[in-house]
């Protein structure tokens, strides 16, 4: 359990941030220059709080009003940084066993277990030069775990990376967040990465935190606007594997009372999973439609609209007892006359539905 | 070519016994005034930094002699080393050694400030934070990495300290099996009548030993970097 309250100079404004971080990822995510990165580096002890308390498991790490500031060596906080970092004169099995030495009496996870979880074991002899971005990335992530940390810290570890790379790690990064069993604590500005990953999502704009809690809640605000992202802003829903129909590819997953049907799964039926849809690809009805090619059609009401004015309306529908958006326009907004409480149909294109956006849930194979 | 004579093969091992010594004790200290100019911010950083160039732009007389006045048996420094520690440096193969060290150090600092300042200070914070205390991230990252620049400071040093003459001529004469080295001794033969020859045979070793020292220190230098970056 860590456990921030900080407050501190971040370029031009002061960043002034309290949340906790549990086993499982909190994802810190916001615009570039939103002070992300100090915070995480005022965790870690790189740099110095104003003022403020960081707890890890009820050691104290930093307190400003008793003076104590631990160094970043004796914090146990494991760092990943966006630029890997890695030591170039070493190889991948000397860079990974670095931090090791100095983890006396703790019991961290086995080197061949860090070797395994990351698909390093053809890596090993190695130079940093040798390998590609992704490559680096899960050795620098290696290296922090190995090094036996009581907290890890991911400084946008996938931000340097092209989308095939991006792609290569995320099953590595889902795997670690359920398995490293330490709080993690993930920088992003990337919606997608921070909705697939995140347990918890803090919101930070202007070093200030504009929204904390489950992404699911987060995401079905309208009142964040473009803190929550623009072209990607979307909800996020759960339901459990149901079904697969192999003849079409397509996979069904319960949603609460729904069926809803995306492309085939390799998951077996039973496993929890969460997906985002984002807003732009969900459009609204106010008859069930017939006829049509969207296979996913949704009962719910309107719970929120909000517009600025412009060409857009941003509508949250209930559906059961989870929360989907629809960007629309105005003017369909305006002629189907949808209000609050209204019934709507929600229209969701099975395509839609990419397996970048999609999580399996830990505890997956456990009933209900 | 004749043999060298005892008294040249003297002059030569002595040459190479001031040149290791003075480099053996000067390189720690080129390390540490060069990683203190590369990384600390201290009041009178600028002033250590021009006294540690001074030898390379004073007569090299001008520097022997102040090693004279400051280290003699009679300066002040050099009194207080031989009554509390036996230690006399003046017209003594140590001397030379210290000659040959004070003009090599600017030649060995400089590089090595230039190596520590080019290692990436964001590896030493990754060492940080996996638990490194500051001197291991110093011998296991900072060290490693600036190797091939303090290797090159270390043999330009040894280069400059094999032939050093102005300082060392000054501070500890020229005495025949104490403070004679090669340099001294090709000058002393161009000033004796039938020198010539001998002076050109030493001239010859001379040459021979600073180009086997620049080669093996390229050779050197090339592999580490192939090591350290590839």
Redesign the interface.
């Known amino acids: 359990m860590l456990d921030v309250s900080i407050r501190g100079r971040v370029g031009d404004f002061e960043t002034d941030v309290v949340f906790s971080g549990s086993a499982g990822v909190t994802a810190l995510f916001g615009q570039s220059g939103s002070g992300k990165t100090t915070i995480v580096k005022m965790i870690g002890g790189l740099v110095r709080p104003a003022s403020g308390r960081i707890v890890l498991d009820d050691r104290v790490l930093f307190d400003s009003t008793s003076g104590i500031d631990v160094p970043a060596r004796r914090r146990r906080i494991g760092h990943v940084f966006q630029d890997s970092r890695l030591f170039p004169h070493l190889t991948v099995r000397q860079n990974l066993a670095y931090g090791r030495r100095f983890a006396r009496g703790n019991h961290g996870p086995a080197f061949d277990e860090v070797v395994e979880l990351l698909g390093l074991s053809p890596l090993l002899a190695r130079r940093p030069r040798t390998l590609s971005g992704g490559e680096k990335q899960r050795v620098a992530i290696g290296r922090a775990l190995y090094a036996a940390p009581r907290a890890l810290v991911m400084d946008e570890p996938l931000a340097s990376l092209d989308a095939a790379r991006k792609a290569e790690i995320l099953p590595y990064l889902d795997r670690l967040r359920r398995e490293a069993g330490v709080p993690i604590i993930y920088v992003s500005h990337a919606i997608g990465e921070v909705t697939r990953l995140a347990e918890t999502l803090v919101v930070l704009s202007e070093g200030r935190i504009v929204a904390a809690g489950p992404p699911a809640e987060v995401m079905s605000r309208l009142d964040l606007g473009p803190a929550t992202g623009r072209h990607e802003a979307g909800a996020i829903l759960s339901g459990r594997v149901a079904g697969h129909d192999d003849a079409y590819a397509l996979t069904t997953v319960r949603v609460d009372e729904h069926e809803i049907q995306v492309p085939a799964l390799d998951l077996a039926p039973g496993t929890r999973v969460r997906f985002r849809v984002r807003a732009r690809d969900v459009a609204l009805a106010k008859l069930r439609p017939k006829d049509i090619s969207v296979r996913n059609v949704l009962e719910g009401y309107v719970t929120e609209i909000a517009t600025n004015g412009g060409a857009y309306a941003e509508i949250v529908v209930a559906i059961g007892r989870q929360r989907l958006r629809a960007r629309i326009t105005r003017k369909s907004a305006e002629e189907l006359g949808l209000a609050r409480g209204e019934p709507v149909w929600a229209l969701l294109k099975s395509i839609a539905v990419e397996r970048g956006m999609l999580t399996a849930e830990p505890g997956s194979d456990e009933g209900e | 070519m004749t043999a060298l004579s005892p008294a040249e093969i003297e002059a030569l091992i002595l040459s190479l016994q001031v040149a290791g010594t003075a480099i053996a004790v000067g390189l720690p200290v080129a390390l540490l005034i060069g990683y203190a100019l590369a990384r600390w911010r201290f009041p009178g950083r600028e002033i250590v930094n021009g006294l540690v160039h001074l030898p390379l732009v004073l007569p090299p007389v001008v520097t022997g002699y102040l090693l004279l006045i400051l280290l003699g048996r009679r300066g002040p420094v050099g009194s207080f080393l031989e009554e509390n520690f036996g230690l006399v440096f003046a017209f003594r193969w140590t001397g030379a050694a210290v000659a040959a060290g004070v003009m090599a150090l600017p030649l060995m600092v400089r590089p090595i400030r230039l190596a520590v300042e080019a290692v990436?200070t964001?590896?030493e914070?990754?060492?940080?934070?996996?638990?490194?205390?500051r001197l291991f991230v110093f011998m296991?990252?900072t060290l490693?990495?600036a190797l091939p620049g303090i290797l090159a400071g270390a043999i330009l040093g040894f280069a400059k300290a094999l032939g050093e003459f102005g300082a060392t001529i000054t501070f500890v004469s020229n005495i025949p099996g104490e403070t004679r080295t090669l340099a001294l001794a090709v000058y002393t033969l161009t000033q004796t009548p039938s020198g010539d020859l001998a002076a050109l045979r030493l001239t010859f070793v001379a040459v021979i030993v600073s180009l086997i020292a620049l080669i093996a220190s390229e050779f050197v230098a090339r592999r580490l970097s192939r090591?350290?970056?590839?």
């Open positions: 990436d964001r590896l914070e990754a060492a940080e934070t996996l638990g490194a205390g296991t990252v490693p990495l090591r350290l970056t590839g």
